[in-house]
T-cell receptor, first 116, second 116 residues
Framework: DVKVTQSSRYLVKRTGEKVFLECVQD?????MFWYRQDPGLGLRLIYF???????EKGDIPEGYSVSREKKERFSLILESASTNQTSMYLC???????????????FGDGTRLSIL | AQSVTQPDIHITVSEGASLELRCNYS??????LFWYVQSPGQGLQLLLK??????LVQGIKGFEAEFKRSQSSFNLRKPSVHWSDAAEYFC??????????????FGAGTQVVVTP
């Protein structure tokens, strides 16, 4: 089974702090994703990485950046945390071989981030 | 604009009764479709997916979904609900375009409560 591990289940930070959320997958997947989940809004894509050191902006990238230095690890960075970034953050991975539209995304258990 | 709608925010169903969750989409291209389930405190788990072929798709945990192109719908069903089916369910849709990197759009989710 694919295992996607997010380093923290719960995290509390203060406004203005630089925050790092880490995600590791063990299936040698090329593609990795960061989503934000808010009630009534479903999942919204923040950033996507299709391979090491490669990234694409998603639907809501403002206030976030990402890093993918190794294939298995994808980090989400809140440059200067604000209260409106309090949310559940989900990481996902997917194989990048073949037609990727056929491949499901595999999710971690999420990090619930509170910005005070 | 592309969109995914789950009209029911919340559904309450008795254990043993049937369940149907609605998903409607608006996409310019032929879509590929997924249903995911999220149990409390966990990430999303894939229930089933549709790309082509038979429009009735079987998934895990006794769920099935039917793709109806004429109605732009992909509704999820289960004949007899178990208490463990209490969770949030997400429909996700992507477009079959050659320049797409398989980005998915998620619905807002339907919360299912199962009563004894």
């Amino acid at each position: 089974d694919v295992k996607v591990t997010q380093s923290s289940r719960y995290l509390v930070k203060r406004t203005g702090e630089k925050v790092f959320l880490e995600c590791v997958q063990d299936m040698d997947h090329e593609n990795m994703f960061w989503y934000r989940q808010d009630p009534g809004l479903g999942l919204r894509l923040i950033y996507f990485s299709y391979d090491v050191k490669m990234k694409e902006k998603g639907d809501i990238p403002e206030g976030y950046s990402v890093s993918r230095e190794k294939k298995e690890r994808f980090s989400l960075i809140l440059e200067s945390a604000s209260t409106n970034q309090t949310s559940m953050y989900l990481c996902a991975s997917r194989t990048g071989t073949g037609w990727v539209g056929n491949q499901p995304q595999h999710f971690g258990d999420g990090t619930r981030l509170s910005i005070l | 604009a592309q969109s995914v709608t789950q009209p029911d925010i919340h559904i309450t169903v008795s254990e043993g009764a049937s369940l149907e969750l609605r998903c409607n989409y608006s996409y310019g291209a032929t879509p590929y479709l997924f249903w995911y389930v999220q149990s409390p405190g966990q990430g999303l788990q894939l229930l089933l997916k549709y790309f082509s072929g038979d429009t009735l798709v079987q998934g895990i945990k006794g769920f099935e979904a039917e793709f109806k192109r004429s109605q732009s719908s992909f509704n999820l069903r289960k004949p007899s609900v178990h208490w463990s089916d209490a969770a949030e369910y997400f429909c996700a849709v992507g477009a079959r375009t050659t320049d797409s990197w398989g980005k998915l759009q998620f619905g807002a989710g339907t919360q299912v409560v199962v009563t004894p």
